[in-house]
């Protein structure tokens, strides 16, 4: 029967369309591994920062006189060495990512910024814009321990809810994010270190693994 | 065996036809242009068979404008999206007949 074929293609072209029309597919795991990298430096020179005493209690620069902290006030973070690398952490991050899926959104000529791509940012900042906030109270309430386990259970929600409107497998990475954030609860001295493996190792690792199964014929 | 061609509809053998419909079922609306892109036709060619569709009741077509550019969007209809159900009942019970 000639025609089975040509049913089968027609369904296959449906799937496809659906998928096409309705997620973010030109995710570059080339940018899992950028932001992975770009986490690990950042990390390293946090850690410098740390280990030089820079936040000593003896030195003043986390809390006042009375013991107040001084990030009570929000302009004082703002100026704030580890605030400065966090941030250009992020931007390297997210630039570098960018670049990566725009090179591959060109070469499969899909529009990079489309509604699948606008729904996609959306929903990630969601969980984002609701971490970055509890973190600014958390650390102008003194409680910096608990950054790190917050920056990664609130990335990891974002990445659970981003797999319905990107590639499903980030799914995976969500819950990584998710079980080392709630595992370094307990550890709040190793933070930085569970940050560095959620932020940085599995990024690297996922991003390979995308490379490979989606780009590498490329 | 009932015959499972007569429940396979006319209307959606054109594969254009078949990724509107597809890309519809799963968006609550889309634009011309994004539907241009992912099926890759001639926009001659997708504005026929949107033309089709939408004579059969099958979409429903939204005139808009984003600023002075003209944003012309397309959404599903009941009706639409109950013969597409249909059709890919019909497609499935083909493809399983054949096992």
């Given at each position: ?12 072209d ?21 932001a ?14 740390l ?6 209690p ?35 991050a ?5 670049v ?13 910024w ?16 609701a971490?970055?906030i ?53 550890f ?5 270190h ?21 780009e590498?014929?490329? | 065996m ?11 053998d ?11 079922m ?20 997708l ?31 009941k ?12 497609l ?5 007949a054949?096992?």
């Open positions: 029967m000639p025609d089975a074929l040509q049913h089968l293609n027609d369904l296959k449906i799937k496809k369309m659906m998928e096409r029309s309705s997620r973010f597919i030109s995710l570059s795991g080339l940018s899992g591994v950028s992975g990298i770009c986490a690990l430096i950042g990390a390293w020179f946090a850690n410098e920062t280990n030089a005493d820079y936040y000593s003896a030195n003043g620069r986390m809390y006042d006189e009375a013991g107040v902290s001084r990030f009570a006030d929000g302009s004082a973070l703002l100026f704030n060495r580890l605030f400065l690398i966090a941030a250009a952490t992020f931007i390297a997210f630039v570098l990512a960018f990566f899926t725009y090179i591959r959104s060109k070469r499969a000529g899909l529009a990079i489309g509604s699948t791509a606008r729904r996609l940012m959306f929903n990630v900042s969601i969980p984002m814009l971490g970055g509890f973190i600014i109270h958390l650390v102008q309430s003194g409680a910096v321990g608990m950054i790190a386990p917050a920056c990664l259970i609130f990335y990891g929600l974002a990445l659970v809810n981003a797999s319905k409107y990107s590639l499903e497998e980030i799914r995976y990475l969500g819950y990584g994010e998710l079980l080392l954030g709630v595992i370094s609860c307990w709040v001295e190793y933070g930085l569970f940050w560095a493996a959620g932020f940085g190792v599995l990024h690297i690792i996922y991003g390979a693994l995308m490379w490979w199964r989606y590498r014929a490329d | 009932k015959n499972p061609i007569e429940h396979l509809n006319k209307t959606f054109s594969r254009i036809r078949l990724g509107i419909m597809s890309a519809l799963v968006n609550a609306e889309v634009n011309f242009n994004e539907l241009k892109e992912l099926i890759q036709v001639t926009d001659g060619n504005a026929s068979h949107l033309k089709t569709l939408e004579e059969n009741d099958y979409v429903k077509v939204h005139k808009g404008f984003i600023g002075r550019k003209t944003n012309t969007t397309y959404t599903i209809t009706d639409g999206e109950k013969a597409f159900k249909t059709h890919l009942d019909a499935e019970k083909m493809i399983r054949l096992d």
